[in-house]
């Protein structure tokens, strides 16, 4: 590739970087896990407080604040030549001042075509396409391979507490919902809708999984569902394999292949 090189990130915006990027700030998550996972360890000076994978990797970067709050005077110091965002994680105000220094690839992910899309992509941008089309193959042949709850069953995904807050159309996790055969009773709804127990109530759910982020849902939360749902099997679940569109899903294909079994077999005792 000769640079420089313009690129056109999935929010259709296009991106040229006058060279091979060597100082990279990432403010999302899961990307950051992909860009170590890509052997780009050098490269990777920025993170947000929220980039917690892999632990003692991202201990030793530069802390820039959180998804929706950057210290942009240190990204100034830190004189990134890529920045990596995306649309719904990140801020329109910051990224906008960023764009304005520096060359920023946003990704948009709503499917897994999306997440793949992204992971041979940011291979591109950073002249990793070999272990990026490596991960690609290794996550798409997976989920050809998953099998998915036949017949699917009436399920709610909760994301928050006081209020309820549910995983509702059109975003990521209700994609991955739909391809383990779990049918999203609020797929009608916006896309995190707040849900009061009475709306909860007449969805009529048969599973209601609650994750584990953004909000830390636990086994004592599991009393308060039950009574609204007493025929529906709850559970706590890994928000990380539901929602991390980066590498992270080359590892949540067995986890999301041990839940649906499991669901298959509670059920299959009603």
Known sequence: ?????????????????PNSPQRIVSLVPSQTELLFDLGLDDCIVGVTKFCIHPKEKVKQKTMIGGTKN???ELIDELQPDLIIGNKEENYEEGIASLQEKYPVWMSDIFT???ALEMISQVGQLTGTEAKAQKLVKGIATGFDNLQPLQPSIPTAYFIWRKPYMAVGSDNFIDHLLQRCGFHNVLADQPRYPE???????TAAPKLILLSSEPYPFQEKHLAEFQEMCPEAEIKIVDGEMFSWYGSRLLKALAYLQGLIDEVEQATALY
């Open 1 to 17: 590739m000769r640079f420089p090189y313009t690129f056109t990130d999935q929010m259709s915006r296009t991106v040229t970087l």
């Open 70 to 72: 950057f210290k942009l």
């Open 112 to 114: 897994l075509k999306d």
């Open 195 to 201: 849900v009061s127990p009475e709306q909860l109530q």
